[in-house]
């Protein structure tokens, strides 16, 4: 194989593995066209201007005044917390998962004061807020619980949430009913999540994402990326849309409409959220990208007496192969192997398989690199001892090189004769690193996102694959972070140590190409120096086993 291919090979790979480092996983699906809208100050921020006195503000809205309550309902899974302000999902804390320090129980949604609730509803040029004002709580029974509001049109809504058994759903029930004589017209909008906590500050804005799943014909997702949302919001119309959500790295929110046609648009909002000063920020304020989403219906025509009732089901929870399989909704997309799902899935499973015995993911992936090098060695010996024999025939093709350097149709008529004589392949060493490569980016697109590598120990102090393995803290900053991160080190040497054993060839081009590549790793170990711990293990324990097959194959398939 040319040594000018192989090169090429090698950086596309590189390259590859940069851009996936630097940029949000790769969506399926295309852009999604959006029509603008001015908006003014903070998108989905409540003006609490009138809302310090609710008392008073029920007096301008002309309704009763209400007590502000809360109340938390769940199961063995979730616990959420509702408010009547607004009868709206205030807090949702994931049972089974540990918070970034490890210390309390995830909050995956939550609201303060100055921030939005979530699953708040607003009538449309209607004078009264919904959002602001404390509905009146109609029934609990410790599974469900029901709000209600009558408007000044005539329009009594209750909302209704009920929680699942043993699943992360909730359930949303609207019914609207009018109260007078005669037919009333209105649009609501509702905002469906606020934004996600942030799990880990580790590459979160490369992970948070906003989507939208079609199903014209077959499920697929088009995602949208905050640094793409242009004055704050953007609205989307899709008429085979399905649900709507925002995900980060592990965890999503989602809302599924039992009935589309009750949607006009769906909207996503930029949130600028104050994280408060920072010392290590020069004493700025730090502010934090989030994503909120929602939706606008169609103006609907209320009839006199008539009782609308409009279903929502509502996923919030892990980014979990099991739990959005059993969704049945298509949401599996969620779980984004960058092309190679069926790739990505098989291995996977094979990590859990190891994972279900020895019960640590580090070992899981040591043992899967392992069982796929082991798959892959024909493959790799072919390609291997292809690249040997026309090692070992450079010499005598760089003199028929030489002899026919002004008959380049009869040097290409020679060269192929001297590669069917020694028995050469010239493609040999390139079809099998090219039959390789969707397993190498199955396997690093799940050590990346699959939720089983969040917080799973390995020794010592790698503690969780997901993050930087951080052996201690530095005096001083590299690369961006006080963290001492060994793994990438570690990686850089034994890739440098592989390429070393390579043999050298005895064409000079060739050679300047190969000491280009020595050289390159050290500045790819600066790209890499931040690489979660898993995906480090992984590529330390291929490069190891590589250089075992690169030995093996010398010694006992290559004849002197």
């Not at 502010?287 to 609308?308: H, L």
């Not at 010499?395 to 020694?422: C, G, H, T, W």
């Not at 996102?449 to 930087?468: G, K, T, V, Y």
Request: hydrophobic fraction near 40%; charge should be positive; aromatic fraction near 12%.
């Amino acid at each position: 194989m040319d040594k000018r291919v192989l090169l090429a090979i090698t950086l596309c790979m590189v390259v590859y593995l940069v851009f996936m480092m630097l940029t949000p996983q790769p969506n399926k699906g295309k852009s999604m066209p959006q029509t603008k809208k001015e908006v003014t100050g903070q998108p989905n921020k409540i003006d609490n201007s009138k809302a310090e006195n609710k008392e008073q503000l029920h007096q301008d809205y002309n309704l009763p005044t209400v007590e502000l309550k809360e109340m938390t309902l769940g199961n063995d899974l979730y616990g959420a917390t509702f408010s009547n302000r607004g009868a709206s999902l205030k807090t949702l804390i994931l049972k089974g998962y540990k918070d970034y320090k490890k210390e309390k129980e995830l909050i995956l949604l939550s609201s303060a004061e100055e921030n939005p609730a979530h699953f708040v509803l607003r009538a449309v040029g209607n004078s009264v807020d919904l959002g602001k004002v404390n509905w009146e709580i109609r029934n609990s029974d410790g599974k469900s619980i029901e709000f209600s509001c009558l408007l000044p049109n005539g329009l009594e809504i209750r909302k209704s949430f009920t929680i699942s058994t043993n699943t992360y759903n909730i359930n949303l029930t609207l019914s609207i009913k009018n109260k007078l004589s005669t037919p009333v017209k209105s649009t609501f909008e509702l905002t469906a999540f606020a934004g996600l906590q942030q799990d880990s500050p580790y590459r979160e804005e490369a992970y948070l994402q906003g989507f939208i799943g079609t199903k014209p014909s077959d499920y697929a997702v088009e995602y949208v990326n905050p640094a793409n949302i242009k004055d704050g919001v953007m609205t989307v119309k899709y008429k085979d849309t399905v649900w709507q959500g925002i995900k980060n790295r592990y965890f999503t929110g989602v809302v599924i409409p039992q009935d589309n046609s009750l949607i006009d648009s769906y909207s996503f909002n930029l949130v600028k959220e104050h994280q408060g000063i920072a010392v290590n920020n020069g004493g700025k304020d730090v502010i934090r990208n989030n994503v909120s989403c929602g939706f606008k219906t169609v103006e609907i025509e209320f009839q006199p007496g008539a009782d609308n009732v409009y279903g929502f089901n509502i996923y919030t929870g892990p980014i979990h192969y099991s739990e959005l399989e059993e969704q049945k909704s298509g949401l599996l997309l969620l779980l984004d192997y960058a092309g190679f799902d069926f790739i990505g899935f098989t291995i996977l499973g094979i990590l859990n398989f190891f994972f279900n015995i020895f019960r640590n993911y580090g070992v899981a992936i040591l043992l899967t690199t392992f069982l796929i090098r082991l798959l892959l060695f024909p493959l790799t010996k072919k390609g291997q001892v292809s690249m040997y024999k026309l090692q070992r025939i450079q010499p005598k093709l760089l003199a028929l090189k030489e002899q026919y350097k002004n008959d380049k149709q009869k040097f290409a008529q020679e060269q192929m004769r001297m590669f069917k004589e020694y028995g050469v392949n010239p493609l040999g060493g390139c079809l099998p690193m090219l039959i390789q490569l969707p397993v190498w980016f199955g396997m690093y697109s799940v050590c990346d996102i699959s939720i089983d590598f969040r917080q799973a120990h390995f020794m010592s102090w790698m503690n969780d694959l997901s993050e930087p393995d951080r052996l201690a803290q530095l005096p001083f900053s590299i690369l961006g972070t006080s963290d001492l991160n060994l793994l990438p080190i570690i990686m850089v040497i034994v890739s440098i140590v592989q390429m070393l054993m390579q043999p050298a060839s005895p064409d000079p081009q060739a050679r300047t190409q190969q000491r280009m590549m020595l050289f390159m790793w050290p500045i790819m170990g600066m790209l890499f120096y931040g690489l979660a711990a898993g995906l480090s293990l992984y590529f330390i324990t291929n490069s190891v086993l590589a250089i075992a097959e690169q030995r093996i194959i010398k010694k006992y398939f290559i004849k002197a």
